[in-house]
Protein backbone atom coordinates (compact mmCIF):
# COMPACT_ATOMS: atom_id res chain seq x y z
CA UNK A 1 0.00 0.00 0.00
CA UNK A 2 1.22 3.19 -0.58
CA UNK A 3 2.48 5.92 2.49
CA UNK A 4 1.17 8.95 1.33
CA UNK A 5 -2.61 10.48 2.30
CA UNK A 6 -5.39 11.23 -0.52
CA UNK A 7 -7.23 13.79 0.21
CA UNK A 8 -10.53 15.34 -2.05
CA UNK A 9 -12.62 18.10 -1.70
CA UNK A 10 -16.20 18.36 -3.17
CA UNK A 11 -19.10 20.53 -2.96
CA UNK A 12 -21.70 22.22 -5.52
CA UNK A 13 -19.98 24.91 -7.93
CA UNK A 14 -19.79 28.46 -6.18
CA UNK A 15 -18.98 26.32 -2.77
CA UNK A 16 -15.91 27.67 -2.13
CA UNK A 17 -13.36 25.13 -3.34
CA UNK A 18 -10.96 27.25 -5.00
CA UNK A 19 -10.57 29.62 -1.97
CA UNK A 20 -10.11 26.47 0.65
CA UNK A 21 -7.96 24.51 -1.35
CA UNK A 22 -4.35 26.86 -0.89
CA UNK A 23 -5.41 26.86 2.29
CA UNK A 24 -5.42 23.51 2.85
CA UNK A 25 -2.22 23.06 0.99
CA UNK A 26 -0.32 25.15 3.79
CA UNK A 27 -1.99 23.46 6.61
CA UNK A 28 0.02 20.15 5.35
CA UNK A 29 2.93 21.55 4.20
CA UNK A 30 3.17 22.76 7.57
CA UNK A 31 2.81 19.19 8.73
CA UNK A 32 5.49 18.00 7.01
CA UNK A 33 3.91 17.00 4.00
CA UNK A 34 5.16 17.77 0.25
CA UNK A 35 1.71 18.49 -1.27
CA UNK A 36 0.40 17.73 -5.26
CA UNK A 37 -2.34 19.79 -6.07
CA UNK A 38 -4.68 18.42 -8.53
CA UNK A 39 -8.33 18.44 -9.71
CA UNK A 40 -10.77 16.92 -12.17
CA UNK A 41 -11.64 16.46 -14.69
CA UNK A 42 -8.10 17.26 -15.55
CA UNK A 43 -5.01 16.75 -13.58
CA UNK A 44 -3.09 15.31 -16.86
CA UNK A 45 -2.71 16.35 -20.55
CA UNK A 46 -4.90 13.72 -21.52
CA UNK A 47 -7.67 14.20 -18.59
CA UNK A 48 -7.89 18.30 -19.39
CA UNK A 49 -8.18 17.18 -23.36
CA UNK A 50 -11.16 15.20 -22.26
CA UNK A 51 -12.30 18.37 -19.63
CA UNK A 52 -12.28 20.41 -23.19
CA UNK A 53 -14.60 17.96 -24.84
CA UNK A 54 -16.93 17.85 -21.14
CA UNK A 55 -17.13 21.66 -20.43
CA UNK A 56 -17.67 22.86 -24.04
CA UNK A 57 -20.88 24.87 -24.32
CA UNK A 58 -21.33 24.22 -28.03
CA UNK A 59 -21.33 20.38 -26.93
CA UNK A 60 -25.34 19.68 -26.01
CA UNK A 61 -25.97 16.96 -27.80
CA UNK A 62 -23.40 15.03 -25.13
CA UNK A 63 -25.36 12.30 -23.77
CA UNK A 64 -25.67 11.77 -19.86
CA UNK A 65 -23.74 8.36 -20.64
CA UNK A 66 -21.05 9.36 -22.94
CA UNK A 67 -20.45 12.49 -20.02
CA UNK A 68 -20.17 9.53 -17.02
CA UNK A 69 -17.88 7.87 -19.23
CA UNK A 70 -15.73 10.87 -19.81
CA UNK A 71 -15.54 11.90 -16.39
CA UNK A 72 -14.72 8.00 -15.80
CA UNK A 73 -12.15 7.87 -18.27
CA UNK A 74 -9.91 11.34 -17.44
CA UNK A 75 -10.42 9.85 -14.33
CA UNK A 76 -8.64 6.57 -14.82
CA UNK A 77 -5.97 8.39 -16.29
CA UNK A 78 -5.27 10.85 -13.51
CA UNK A 79 -5.27 7.94 -10.98
CA UNK A 80 -3.14 6.01 -12.60
CA UNK A 81 -0.56 8.87 -14.09
CA UNK A 82 -0.74 11.34 -11.05
CA UNK A 83 -2.56 10.05 -7.81
CA UNK A 84 -0.77 6.91 -7.55
CA UNK A 85 2.66 7.46 -8.19
CA UNK A 86 2.15 10.88 -6.09
CA UNK A 87 1.22 8.20 -3.15
CA UNK A 88 3.76 6.18 -3.57
CA UNK A 89 5.86 8.66 -2.92
CA UNK A 90 4.21 9.45 0.07
CA UNK A 91 2.60 12.63 -1.18
CA UNK A 92 -0.19 14.42 0.19
CA UNK A 93 -2.33 14.06 -2.37
CA UNK A 94 -4.79 17.19 -2.61
CA UNK A 95 -7.81 16.42 -5.31
CA UNK A 96 -9.94 19.21 -6.35
CA UNK A 97 -12.91 16.37 -7.24
CA UNK A 98 -13.11 12.88 -7.24
CA UNK A 99 -15.55 10.41 -8.18
CA UNK A 100 -18.06 11.36 -5.31
CA UNK A 101 -18.50 14.21 -7.75
CA UNK A 102 -19.70 11.73 -10.44
CA UNK A 103 -21.81 10.30 -8.34
CA UNK A 104 -23.87 13.68 -7.19
CA UNK A 105 -24.00 15.01 -10.53
CA UNK A 106 -23.99 12.03 -13.33
CA UNK A 107 -25.79 9.68 -10.58
CA UNK A 108 -28.06 11.93 -9.21
CA UNK A 109 -28.65 14.99 -11.15
CA UNK A 110 -28.52 13.42 -14.53
CA UNK A 111 -30.53 10.62 -13.28
CA UNK A 112 -28.47 7.57 -14.25
CA UNK A 113 -28.34 5.92 -10.43
CA UNK A 114 -26.00 5.73 -8.20
CA UNK A 115 -25.15 1.94 -8.87
CA UNK A 116 -24.03 2.46 -12.64
CA UNK A 117 -21.42 5.42 -11.51
CA UNK A 118 -20.09 3.67 -8.55
CA UNK A 119 -19.49 0.58 -10.96
CA UNK A 120 -17.87 2.72 -14.16
CA UNK A 121 -15.99 4.46 -11.28
CA UNK A 122 -14.85 1.23 -9.11
CA UNK A 123 -13.25 -0.05 -12.58
CA UNK A 124 -11.91 3.72 -13.75
CA UNK A 125 -9.72 3.67 -10.23
CA UNK A 126 -9.25 0.14 -9.65
CA UNK A 127 -11.12 0.73 -5.90
CA UNK A 128 -8.89 3.55 -4.78
CA UNK A 129 -10.56 5.39 -2.02
CA UNK A 130 -9.90 8.89 -0.70
CA UNK A 131 -8.37 8.42 2.73
CA UNK A 132 -11.21 11.72 3.77
CA UNK A 133 -13.01 13.80 1.70
CA UNK A 134 -13.89 17.65 3.00
CA UNK A 135 -17.83 18.11 1.28
CA UNK A 136 -18.36 22.09 1.62
CA UNK A 137 -22.02 21.77 2.08
CA UNK A 138 -23.77 24.99 0.24
CA UNK A 139 -27.14 25.59 -0.38
CA UNK A 140 -27.69 25.25 -4.22
CA UNK A 141 -29.46 28.18 -4.61
CA UNK A 142 -26.34 30.49 -3.08
CA UNK A 143 -23.63 28.35 -4.79
CA UNK A 144 -25.25 29.11 -8.44
CA UNK A 145 -25.95 32.69 -8.02
CA UNK A 146 -21.80 32.95 -6.67
CA UNK A 147 -20.79 31.19 -9.96
CA UNK A 148 -23.17 33.41 -11.96
CA UNK A 149 -21.78 36.69 -10.08
CA UNK A 150 -17.86 36.14 -10.70
CA UNK A 151 -17.99 34.32 -14.14
CA UNK A 152 -19.66 33.40 -17.28
CA UNK A 153 -21.46 30.33 -16.70
CA UNK A 154 -20.01 26.82 -18.31
CA UNK A 155 -22.10 23.92 -19.77
CA UNK A 156 -23.04 22.52 -16.71
CA UNK A 157 -23.24 25.94 -14.82
CA UNK A 158 -26.07 27.15 -17.02
CA UNK A 159 -28.07 23.84 -15.88
CA UNK A 160 -31.50 24.42 -14.51
CA UNK A 161 -31.38 25.22 -10.43
CA UNK A 162 -33.46 22.22 -9.96
CA UNK A 163 -30.36 19.73 -11.47
CA UNK A 164 -28.05 21.53 -9.19
CA UNK A 165 -30.88 20.87 -6.08
CA UNK A 166 -30.43 16.96 -7.21
CA UNK A 167 -26.74 17.30 -7.23
CA UNK A 168 -27.06 18.61 -3.48
CA UNK A 169 -29.18 15.91 -2.55
CA UNK A 170 -26.85 13.65 -3.72
CA UNK A 171 -23.79 14.76 -2.50
CA UNK A 172 -26.43 14.01 0.96
CA UNK A 173 -27.10 10.78 0.35
CA UNK A 174 -23.34 10.23 -0.11
CA UNK A 175 -22.49 12.21 3.31
CA UNK A 176 -25.11 9.77 5.12
CA UNK A 177 -23.48 6.51 3.41
CA UNK A 178 -19.82 7.34 3.93
CA UNK A 179 -20.29 9.34 7.12
CA UNK A 180 -16.86 8.22 8.31
CA UNK A 181 -15.30 9.13 5.35
CA UNK A 182 -17.01 12.44 4.05
CA UNK A 183 -16.51 15.49 6.50
CA UNK A 184 -19.43 17.65 6.10
CA UNK A 185 -18.58 21.41 6.39
CA UNK A 186 -21.26 24.09 6.75
CA UNK A 187 -19.82 26.46 3.49
CA UNK A 188 -21.89 29.46 4.57
CA UNK A 189 -19.80 30.94 7.26
CA UNK A 190 -16.76 32.92 6.97
CA UNK A 191 -13.76 32.15 4.85
CA UNK A 192 -11.82 31.93 8.17
CA UNK A 193 -14.26 29.92 9.99
CA UNK A 194 -14.44 27.11 7.18
CA UNK A 195 -10.49 26.94 7.07
CA UNK A 196 -10.57 26.12 11.14
CA UNK A 197 -13.56 23.31 10.61
CA UNK A 198 -11.57 21.84 7.78
CA UNK A 199 -8.00 22.14 9.50
CA UNK A 200 -10.02 20.79 12.49
CA UNK A 201 -11.34 17.49 10.51
CA UNK A 202 -8.04 16.95 8.89
CA UNK A 203 -5.49 17.07 12.24
CA UNK A 204 -6.93 13.35 12.79
CA UNK A 205 -5.36 11.76 9.94
CA UNK A 206 -2.27 13.62 9.18
CA UNK A 207 0.85 12.62 11.04
CA UNK A 208 2.48 14.79 13.19
CA UNK A 209 4.80 17.78 12.02
P1 LIG B 1 -14.82 22.32 -11.66
O1 LIG B 1 -13.53 22.13 -12.38
O2 LIG B 1 -14.85 22.15 -10.19
O3 LIG B 1 -15.45 23.70 -12.03
P2 LIG B 1 -14.77 25.11 -12.04
O4 LIG B 1 -13.29 24.93 -12.02
O5 LIG B 1 -15.31 25.69 -13.30
O6 LIG B 1 -15.30 25.74 -10.80
O7 LIG B 1 -15.88 21.31 -12.27
C1 LIG B 1 -16.39 21.50 -13.53
C2 LIG B 1 -17.77 20.91 -13.62
O8 LIG B 1 -17.69 19.51 -13.82
C3 LIG B 1 -18.60 21.13 -12.39
O9 LIG B 1 -19.82 21.72 -12.78
C4 LIG B 1 -18.85 19.74 -11.85
C5 LIG B 1 -18.68 18.87 -13.04
N1 LIG B 1 -18.27 17.48 -12.75
C6 LIG B 1 -19.18 16.44 -12.96
O10 LIG B 1 -20.32 16.67 -13.37
N2 LIG B 1 -18.79 15.14 -12.75
C7 LIG B 1 -17.54 14.83 -12.31
O11 LIG B 1 -17.21 13.64 -12.12
C8 LIG B 1 -16.60 15.91 -12.10
C9 LIG B 1 -15.21 15.62 -11.64
C10 LIG B 1 -17.01 17.22 -12.32
Keep these: MHKGIFITIEGLDGSG?????PRIKSFLEEKGYEVLLTREPGGTIIGE???????????KEL??????????????QHVEQVIIPALKEGKAVLSDRFVDSSIAYQGKGRGL????????????VCGLKPDITILLDIDPEVGLNRVKAV??????????????RRVYEGYKDLADMYSDRIKVIDANKTIEEISRQIKDKL??????G
Design 151 to 164: KGADRLEQEKLDFH
Design 63 to 76: SAITEALLYAASRA
Design 203 to 208: NNIVRK
Design 17 to 21: KSTQI
Design 113 to 124: GFKAIVDINEFA
Design 49 to 59: KIRQILLDKNH
